[in-house]
Nanobody, 122 residues
Framework: QLVESGGGLVQAGGSLRLSCAASGRAFYSGGMGWFRQAPGKERETVALIHWTGGLTHYSDSVKGRFTISKDGAKRTVDLQMDSLKSEDTAVYFC?????????????????WGQGTQVTVSS
């Protein structure tokens, strides 16, 4: 099970921090990451992290503004979002990938949370 928290409404230029807690079979020592889907658009990768090695991957649209991090003991992965823009408005999903060799490939992400809404007002 993956449970997200931390979404909400923020003004452009502001910050939000999302958190995802993993439990049960959803947790694998592969990859974890954040994806988002805006209305009328396809789901896109936001940020990914290799669970044991700590390698990270960011989409070009968030690079330099968002930071993904993990806490192995707590089995959580966070997404710090700074300098938010209206185009960041979307439902954000936490996901887990069981195969650590494909941690940076979106199709490898098999387990998903319910999503949390992030709305950035301009």
């Amino acid at each position: 099970q993956l449970v997200e928290s931390g979404g909400g409404l923020v003004q452009a230029g502001g910050s939000l921090r999302l958190s995802c807690a993993a439990s049960g079979r959803a947790f694998y020592s592969g990859g974890m990451g954040w994806f988002r889907q805006a209305p009328g658009k396809e789901r896109e990768t936001v940020a990914l992290i290799h669970w044991t090695g700590g390698l990270t991957h960011y989409s070009d649209s968030v690079k330099g503004r968002f930071t993904i991090s993990k806490d192995g003991a707590k089995r959580t992965v966070d997404l710090q979002m700074d300098s938010l823009k209206s185009e960041d408005t979307a439902v954000y999903f936490c996901a887990a990938a069981p195969d650590h060799t494909r941690w940076n490939q979106a199709p490898a992400y098999k387990y998903w949370g319910q999503g949390t809404q992030v709305t950035v007002s301009s």
